[in-house]
Protein backbone atom coordinates (compact mmCIF):
# COMPACT_ATOMS: atom_id res chain seq x y z
CA UNK A 1 0.00 0.00 0.00
CA UNK A 2 2.65 2.97 1.11
CA UNK A 3 6.14 2.37 2.71
CA UNK A 4 8.00 4.89 5.36
CA UNK A 5 10.54 7.09 3.16
CA UNK A 6 11.39 9.37 6.10
CA UNK A 7 11.62 9.77 9.88
CA UNK A 8 12.11 13.12 11.83
CA UNK A 9 12.01 14.05 15.63
CA UNK A 10 12.09 18.14 16.11
CA UNK A 11 13.79 17.94 19.67
CA UNK A 12 13.01 21.49 20.57
CA UNK A 13 9.81 23.42 19.19
CA UNK A 14 10.46 25.04 16.09
CA UNK A 15 14.40 25.26 16.50
CA UNK A 16 15.56 22.42 14.28
CA UNK A 17 15.01 18.98 12.87
CA UNK A 18 16.74 15.76 13.22
CA UNK A 19 16.50 12.36 10.99
CA UNK A 20 15.94 8.98 12.18
CA UNK A 21 16.51 5.06 10.68
CA UNK A 22 13.85 3.88 13.63
CA UNK A 23 11.67 5.28 15.87
CA UNK A 24 10.51 3.43 18.55
CA UNK A 25 6.65 4.58 19.79
CA UNK A 26 4.63 3.99 22.68
CA UNK A 27 0.82 3.95 22.96
CA UNK A 28 -0.96 7.28 24.10
CA UNK A 29 2.41 9.31 23.83
CA UNK A 30 3.58 11.48 21.33
CA UNK A 31 7.13 10.79 19.28
CA UNK A 32 10.44 10.15 21.37
CA UNK A 33 12.41 13.19 22.09
CA UNK A 34 9.68 15.18 19.32
CA UNK A 35 9.30 18.53 20.62
CA UNK A 36 10.87 17.92 24.19
CA UNK A 37 12.04 21.61 24.35
CA UNK A 38 10.41 25.09 23.98
CA UNK A 39 11.88 28.12 24.07
CA UNK A 40 9.70 30.41 26.09
CA UNK A 41 9.99 33.96 25.13
CA UNK A 42 9.41 36.96 27.66
CA UNK A 43 5.50 37.08 27.06
CA UNK A 44 4.80 33.67 27.73
CA UNK A 45 2.28 32.63 30.15
CA UNK A 46 1.95 29.02 31.34
CA UNK A 47 -1.27 27.63 32.47
CA UNK A 48 0.03 24.53 34.77
CA UNK A 49 2.60 22.49 34.35
CA UNK A 50 2.48 19.88 31.22
CA UNK A 51 1.88 20.55 27.49
CA UNK A 52 1.44 24.43 26.82
CA UNK A 53 -0.33 26.67 23.65
CA UNK A 54 2.08 26.81 20.96
CA UNK A 55 2.18 30.58 21.65
CA UNK A 56 4.36 30.60 24.75
CA UNK A 57 7.23 29.89 22.41
CA UNK A 58 9.58 31.44 19.59
CA UNK A 59 8.08 29.84 16.53
CA UNK A 60 8.54 29.91 12.62
CA UNK A 61 5.74 31.46 12.39
CA UNK A 62 7.17 35.06 12.72
CA UNK A 63 10.61 34.11 12.72
CA UNK A 64 11.01 32.31 9.48
CA UNK A 65 14.96 32.55 10.18
CA UNK A 66 14.21 29.88 12.42
CA UNK A 67 12.91 27.31 9.89
CA UNK A 68 16.79 26.39 8.31
CA UNK A 69 17.90 24.94 11.65
CA UNK A 70 19.22 21.31 11.69
CA UNK A 71 19.88 18.99 14.46
CA UNK A 72 22.15 16.37 15.40
CA UNK A 73 20.27 14.35 18.28
CA UNK A 74 22.60 12.83 20.83
CA UNK A 75 20.11 10.44 22.65
CA UNK A 76 22.81 8.71 25.03
CA UNK A 77 23.71 12.07 25.92
CA UNK A 78 20.77 14.31 25.70
CA UNK A 79 22.74 16.49 23.30
CA UNK A 80 21.97 18.29 20.58
CA UNK A 81 24.16 19.81 17.59
CA UNK A 82 22.64 22.61 16.01
CA UNK A 83 23.72 24.35 12.74
CA UNK A 84 22.77 27.36 10.86
CA UNK A 85 23.66 29.11 7.23
CA UNK A 86 23.71 32.01 9.52
CA UNK A 87 25.13 30.60 12.87
CA UNK A 88 28.17 29.15 14.08
CA UNK A 89 27.48 25.62 15.17
CA UNK A 90 26.63 24.68 18.25
CA UNK A 91 26.65 21.57 20.64
CA UNK A 92 24.31 22.04 23.48
CA UNK A 93 22.68 20.58 26.23
CA UNK A 94 19.29 22.37 26.45
CA UNK A 95 18.77 21.89 30.51
CA UNK A 96 21.81 21.83 31.61
CA UNK A 97 23.66 24.66 29.02
CA UNK A 98 20.12 27.34 28.44
CA UNK A 99 22.19 30.78 28.24
CA UNK A 100 24.03 29.27 25.29
CA UNK A 101 21.33 27.84 23.60
CA UNK A 102 19.20 31.68 24.26
CA UNK A 103 22.50 33.41 23.25
CA UNK A 104 22.69 31.04 19.88
CA UNK A 105 19.10 31.26 19.12
CA UNK A 106 18.47 35.07 19.67
CA UNK A 107 19.24 36.31 16.27
CA UNK A 108 17.20 34.15 14.19
CA UNK A 109 14.13 35.70 16.07
CA UNK A 110 12.51 38.49 14.10
CA UNK A 111 12.89 41.89 14.90
CA UNK A 112 9.58 43.29 17.01
CA UNK A 113 8.84 39.46 18.12
CA UNK A 114 9.24 39.01 21.97
CA UNK A 115 12.70 37.98 23.29
CA UNK A 116 13.58 34.08 23.93
CA UNK A 117 13.87 34.31 27.94
CA UNK A 118 14.12 30.44 29.28
CA UNK A 119 13.83 26.96 28.26
CA UNK A 120 10.99 25.02 28.56
CA UNK A 121 10.82 21.19 29.10
CA UNK A 122 7.92 18.72 29.35
CA UNK A 123 7.69 14.79 29.74
CA UNK A 124 5.38 15.08 26.67
CA UNK A 125 5.67 16.89 23.16
CA UNK A 126 5.55 20.52 23.06
CA UNK A 127 2.99 20.16 19.93
CA UNK A 128 0.46 22.35 18.44
CA UNK A 129 -2.41 20.47 19.14
CA UNK A 130 -3.08 19.32 22.90
CA UNK A 131 -3.47 15.89 21.86
CA UNK A 132 -0.90 13.63 22.01
CA UNK A 133 0.33 13.70 18.35
CA UNK A 134 2.93 12.22 15.80
CA UNK A 135 2.26 14.03 12.53
CA UNK A 136 2.06 12.10 9.12
CA UNK A 137 2.77 12.99 5.33
CA UNK A 138 2.11 11.89 2.32
CA UNK A 139 4.66 12.31 -0.33
CA UNK A 140 2.39 12.23 -3.31
CA UNK A 141 0.04 15.45 -2.09
CA UNK A 142 3.50 16.98 -1.69
CA UNK A 143 4.35 16.29 -5.61
CA UNK A 144 0.49 17.40 -6.07
CA UNK A 145 1.67 20.84 -4.25
CA UNK A 146 4.89 21.16 -6.45
CA UNK A 147 3.23 20.32 -9.81
CA UNK A 148 0.85 23.11 -8.93
CA UNK A 149 3.78 25.53 -7.59
CA UNK A 150 5.66 24.59 -10.76
CA UNK A 151 8.68 23.45 -8.56
CA UNK A 152 9.68 21.45 -6.07
CA UNK A 153 8.30 22.27 -2.81
CA UNK A 154 10.69 20.38 0.37
CA UNK A 155 8.71 18.39 2.55
CA UNK A 156 11.10 20.24 6.04
CA UNK A 157 8.59 22.74 5.46
CA UNK A 158 6.33 20.78 6.79
CA UNK A 159 7.66 18.82 10.01
CA UNK A 160 6.12 15.75 9.63
CA UNK A 161 7.41 12.92 11.93
CA UNK A 162 6.32 10.40 9.36
CA UNK A 163 6.72 10.24 6.13
CA UNK A 164 4.97 7.97 2.92
CA UNK A 165 5.65 7.18 0.03
CA UNK A 166 3.52 4.84 -2.90
CA UNK A 167 -0.07 6.28 -1.92
CA UNK A 168 -2.47 8.52 -3.76
CA UNK A 169 -2.43 12.07 -3.48
CA UNK A 170 -4.86 13.35 -0.70
CA UNK A 171 -5.49 9.44 0.44
CA UNK A 172 -4.34 10.48 4.50
CA UNK A 173 -7.63 12.70 4.70
CA UNK A 174 -9.35 9.94 3.86
CA UNK A 175 -8.28 7.99 6.92
CA UNK A 176 -9.67 10.28 9.33
CA UNK A 177 -11.19 8.09 11.94
CA UNK A 178 -9.46 4.93 10.95
CA UNK A 179 -6.73 3.09 12.14
CA UNK A 180 -3.72 2.68 10.17
CA UNK A 181 -0.63 0.11 10.97
CA UNK A 182 3.13 1.29 10.10
CA UNK A 183 5.71 -0.89 10.45
CA UNK A 184 5.41 -2.80 13.83
CA UNK A 185 2.94 0.47 15.54
CA UNK A 186 -0.64 1.21 14.92
CA UNK A 187 -2.07 4.73 14.81
CA UNK A 188 -5.62 6.13 14.96
CA UNK A 189 -5.47 9.28 12.54
CA UNK A 190 -7.42 12.09 14.33
CA UNK A 191 -7.36 15.47 12.47
CA UNK A 192 -5.80 17.26 9.43
CA UNK A 193 -3.19 19.91 10.27
CA UNK A 194 -4.08 23.19 9.50
CA UNK A 195 -0.99 24.98 8.40
CA UNK A 196 0.80 28.38 9.35
CA UNK A 197 3.36 30.46 7.63
CA UNK A 198 6.31 28.39 9.06
CA UNK A 199 5.93 26.66 5.72
CA UNK A 200 6.09 29.69 3.56
CA UNK A 201 10.02 29.64 4.72
CA UNK A 202 13.13 28.02 2.64
CA UNK A 203 13.98 25.53 5.03
CA UNK A 204 17.76 26.00 3.75
CA UNK A 205 17.61 29.90 4.17
CA UNK A 206 14.93 30.93 6.34
CA UNK A 207 13.75 32.98 3.85
CA UNK A 208 10.13 33.33 3.06
CA UNK A 209 10.20 32.31 -0.49
CA UNK A 210 6.49 30.00 -1.26
CA UNK A 211 2.57 31.22 -0.35
CA UNK A 212 2.34 28.04 0.92
CA UNK A 213 -1.21 29.09 2.52
CA UNK A 214 -2.64 30.38 -0.73
CA UNK A 215 -1.36 27.49 -2.73
CA UNK A 216 -3.15 25.16 -0.45
CA UNK A 217 -6.54 27.11 -0.84
CA UNK A 218 -6.33 26.23 -3.98
CA UNK A 219 -8.08 23.21 -2.72
CA UNK A 220 -10.37 25.20 -0.92
CA UNK A 221 -8.62 24.63 2.68
CA UNK A 222 -4.90 25.26 4.21
CA UNK A 223 -4.65 21.79 5.50
CA UNK A 224 -1.61 19.46 4.71
CA UNK A 225 -0.64 15.96 6.80
CA UNK A 226 -2.61 14.27 9.60
CA UNK A 227 -2.23 13.73 13.27
CA UNK A 228 -2.37 10.51 14.47
CA UNK A 229 -1.85 9.04 17.76
CA UNK A 230 -0.28 5.86 18.60
CA UNK A 231 -2.59 2.87 19.91
CA UNK A 232 -0.60 0.09 19.55
CA UNK A 233 3.53 0.38 20.66
CA UNK A 234 6.04 -0.85 18.04
CA UNK A 235 8.83 0.11 16.38
CA UNK A 236 8.93 1.73 12.55
CA UNK A 237 11.96 1.83 9.93
CA UNK A 238 12.47 3.06 7.06
CA UNK A 239 10.71 1.28 4.49
CA UNK A 240 8.32 -0.24 6.34
CA UNK A 241 4.94 -0.75 4.88
CA UNK A 242 1.78 0.49 5.86
CA UNK A 243 -1.45 -0.65 5.74
CA UNK A 244 -4.99 0.08 7.12
Known amino acids: ?13 AVGRASADRI ?3 AGKTTPWDRVWGIAHTNAVYDGEGWQRCNNFIRAAG ?35 QDALIDWVTPLVAEGRPAPSSVYRTTRGITDSSLQSISVGNLASLRGL ?17 WLDGLA ?20 VREPIGRCR ?18 LQTWGHQ ?6 ECTQSGT ?8 L
Open 236 to 243: VSIGDEIS
Open 198 to 215: ATEANPDTGDRDIATLAL
Open 223 to 228: NFTVNV
Open 1 to 13: MGRVSALWRYPIK
Open 169 to 188: PWEEFDWIGKDITIGGATFA
Open 63 to 97: SPKLMAVTADLNEDTGTLTLSHPDRPTLTVNPDAD
Open 146 to 162: SDKLGRPVSENRFRANI
Open 24 to 26: SFE
